[in-house]
C-alpha cells in the first residue's frame, strides 16, 4: 500500500490526543475526521489537531469520512460497538485497551477482524517499550517457578479526579488497568492461567464501583502473581508503582525515580496519575541468588540505566508505526489478539471472584 491510511480517530482524552498526534505527524497516515460525544464544545483541542473535520456521531463520521482504518480511544463500554461498526465497514482497527468489558463481545470482535482479514491492534503499550521487553527477557531467566508482583495505584485530583471516576463507570481498575500486568505476566510464564482469586473495597463514594482491588493469579508452571490497583482521592502514594519479578536464579525489578514533594516545591502534589508514570522505568535493578561456598552472594546486583528510555508520546508513535506496518506488509496479528482475549479474561475473573466471594478456575 503506497498510499496514505486514511484514519478516523474516535476519543480525544489522554490517549486519543497522543495517537492522533502520532497521526498526525507519522508520513504514513492521514486523519479525515476525529470523532467525541462532546467534541465540538471542546476548548482544549491541541492546536496541531486544530482542522480537521469534527463529528459527534460514530455513525455519521464513519460514514462521511470513508476511512481506512479506525483508532478507538473512547470509554471501554463503546470499544466493542465501534470496532464491531468499524470492521463491517472494511476497515482496520486500532484499539486502546481492553478489547471490551466482556469476554463474549471481545471474542467477537477478534472473530469479526479475522473473518474480515482486517487488522486489529490493541494499544498494550508496554509491548513496544525497550525497558519492559528488556525486564520481561531478564524475568524469564530467573528459573521457574516466578512469583510476579506489580501494581499501579493512583492519586485522583483535578483532571485525574474526573478521569478516573468516568473511567470506573465502565470497569473497575484492576480491570482497566490489569489486563497490561497480566499480560505481562503471561509473558513471563509462557504457562497457562489456572486460577484468579480478587479481593476489592469501594473507597470512593463518588464513584460507581469500587475503586481498590487486588488479583492473584496462579499459572500451571507453579508460578504465580499479583495485581494490585487503585484510584481515587484517597489513595496512598507509597508503593504505588511496584514492578517485580522474583525466580529461582534471583530478581529482576523496575526502580523508578520518585522524589519527595510538598505543596511549596509543586502545585501539583501527586504525580501516580501523571500518565508519563506509567511506563516509565529508570533503572531495571537485577539480582542474581548465586551463592560461594561461604553462602556469600558470588555475584553483585547490577544495575541496568534506562535513563534514555522514550517517553509516552514517543511510545504512542511506536504503537502507530507498527499498526501501519501490519496494515502495510499482512502481518499475522493471531499471537497479539489472543493475548488480548486471555489477558482480559484473567482480569474479568478476578472481577467475578470479588463478586463470588472464592477463588474462580479457568476452564
Known amino acids: 500500500m503506497s498510499d496514505k491510511v486514511k484514519v478516523l480517530v474516535v476519543g480525544l482524552g489522554n490517549m486519543g490526543a497522543s495517537h492522533a498526534s502520532a497521526y498526525h505527524r507519522l508520513d504514513g497516515f492521514e486523519i479525515v475526521g476525529i470523532m467525541s460525544r462532546s467534541i465540538k464544545s471542546n476548548t482544549k483541542i491541541p492546536a496541531e489537531l486544530a482542522g480537521y473535520p469534527l463529528y459527534e456521531d460514530f455513525d455519521q463520521a464513519l460514514k462521511e ?211 508519563d508514570r506509567h511506563t516509565k522505568t529508570d533503572a531495571l535493578k537485577i539480582h542474581y541468588a548465586q551463592v560461594d561456598g561461604d553462602k556469600n552472594f558470588s555475584k553483585p546486583d547490577e544495575i541496568v540505566s534506562m535513563e534514555d528510555e522514550p517517553g509516552h508520546q514517543e511510545l504512542c508513535d511506536r504503537e502507530q508505526a507498527f499498526f501501519l506496518r501490519a496494515i502495510r506488509e499482512d502481518l499475522d496479528l493471531t499471537e497479539q489478539m489472543d493475548a488480548a482475549v486471555n489477558s482480559l479474561r484473567i482480569v474479568l475473573a478476578a472481577e467475578q471472584s470479588i463478586a463470588l466471594g472464592r477463588t474462580v478456575d479457568l476452564a
Open 65 to 275: 469520512t470513508r476511512p481506512d482504518a479506525v483508532s478507538i480511544n473512547s470509554w471501554p463500554n463503546t470499544h466493542a460497538e465501534y470496532a464491531l461498526k468499524a470492521i463491517a465497514a472494511n476497515c482496520h482497527v486500532f484499539m486502546e485497551k481492553p478489547l471490551a468489558t466482556n469476554n463474549e463481545d471481545a471474542e467477537k470482535v477478534v472473530a469479526a477482524a479475522r473473518a474480515k482479514n482486517r487488522k486489529l491492534v490493541l494499544g498494550y503499550i508496554l509491548r513496544v517499550h525497550p525497558s519492559w521487553i528488556k525486564f520481561i527477557e531478564v524475568g524469564k531467566t530467573l528459573g521457574k517457578p516466578l512469583v510476579m508482583r506489580l501494581n499501579l495505584n493512583q492519586q485522583s485530583s483535578g483532571s485525574a479526579w474526573h478521569w478516573h471516576k468516568n473511567l470506573i463507570d465502565s470497569l473497575i481498575p484492576i480491570v482497566d488497568c490489569g489486563v497490561h500486568y497480566v499480560d505481562v505476566m503471561c509473558q513471563l510464564t509462557g504457562a497457562k492461567p489456572v486460577r484468579v482469586h480478587g479481593i476489592g473495597a469501594k473507597l470512593w463514594a463518588e464513584a460507581d464501583k469500587q475503586n481498590y482491588g487486588h488479583l492473584h493469579v496462579t499459572f500451571d508452571d507453579g508460578s504465580v502473581g499479583w495485581y494490585e490497583a487503585g484510584w481515587g482521592p484517597m489513595m496512598s502514594e507509597t508503593a504505588y508503582f511496584v514492578k517485580d519479578v522474583v525466580g529461582p536464579k534471583g530478581a529482576v525489578s523496575i526502580v523508578a525515580g520518585q522524589q519527595a514533594s510538598s505543596a511549596a516545591d509543586t502545585a501539583e502534589v501527586s504525580n501516580s496519575a501523571d500518565i
